[in-house]
């Protein structure tokens, strides 16, 4: 047997796996712990501010009804609105053809109304918008429904 020369001896484990999975990680000092338990307070906070407003807005909904061609340029569009009584709504009502192809488009603007106006105590109304089209229409449904903002 011969000695070993200590210059050709493997590194000690310890070292060898530090080189190749990285060093021991530090605990988080009290300060950053401090900031990271602000920053996410403050995100949840902003977070919670953001969903409160955002359902503040007034929905309005809509649902499709019926509709009926009364000619070849002419179709009307049956649909129901829910908002709230007071608020003015708009919706973009349209009219396809058999290749579902726009021939007919109309912004109808759905005023406030009272309570004894519809059912929900005036939230739902009954509404039938009438179109021109530019070719006899197959169906007629409502594109989209937005509250119109009062300049306040």
Known sequence: MT?????????????????????????????SKRLLVLA?????????????????????TYKDIGYSTVDSTLAEVDFQVTKYPGATAQ?????LDSKFAIVGWKVVEIGPNEPKDGADGGRTTAQRATLRTESEAVSGVVDSCWIVDSGT
């Open 3 to 31: 000695p070993e020369d200590p210059s050709a001896t493997p590194p000690p484990a310890s070292t060898s796996l530090a080189n190749r999975y990285g060093g021991q990680k530090h605990a988080l000092t009290r300060k």
């Open 40 to 60: 996410a307070l403050l995100l949840g906070v902003g977070f919670l501010a953001w969903v409160a407003t955002s359902s503040a807005q007034a929905p309005v």
């Open 91 to 95: 919706c973009a009502v349209k009219a």
